[in-house]
């Protein structure tokens, strides 16, 4: 199957998205289903890579996930970070194994699901498993998270259980802590307040000499003295 007939399907079969607002974004590899809205913003992401083996090609589709965008926290990061708002996500899930089909052919690897696609039977058992991941996940979760207020309610059962990055989307330079003290501080969150003045930015002082967390607390610190 050549690329272009590989994304054309790709097309074809997520249709049911472009019917519920999303637009289709390749980039790279990168397949991207968007929603935009005044105050908030919805992606659907999974990546492909083509290969090749003794049989054929074929193309790898994996990192799977679905994010959602609170502008009114992203907007405050993104004044003190830069880029563009719609590179900015607030929280984020991911599919379980539970909904790949029997006979599709596929790798897990710890929490990372990978298909393997060489014809149009493959196509069909992976559409099954997308519409799953949406229907019975996605849908639910931006229910569930409809307002900040949701998440706001999350915040300390997330501290408590040493989950931020579970619920919370991380660029890698610890951006969900960053998200945990927005949403506390515009959320009027007293225990998060509390978390980060006695305990958080107690520490990130005590590590002065480590960049990374000198570069947190700079951002932190900026964040606190414009949600003042």
Known sequence: MKENIFLEKIKTGCSFLIAEGYEFINFEGNITYKKELSEEGFSINFRYYESEDSIGNYFRVDSFGALKRFNEIEIEIQKIIGLNLEDYYTIYTKPTWNYIPDKAEHRVFKDQIEFLIRNE?????????????????????????????????????????????SLLTDSGTNTAIIRYYTIGIISNNKFVYDFFENIYFP??????????????????????????
């Open 203 to 228: 520490y990130l002082l005590d590590q002065h000499e480590n960049e990374l967390e000198k570069r947190e607390l700079n951002i932190l610190e900026k964040l606190k003295k414009n949600l003042k």
């Open 121 to 165: 039977n493959d196509l069909d058992l992976f559409f099954d498993f997308l519409k799953s991941f949406y229907l019975k996940t996605v849908v639910n979760f931006f229910l569930e998270y409809e307002s900040i207020k949701a998440v706001n309610i999350k915040l300390q059962e997330l501290l408590e259980t040493k989950k931020i990055q």
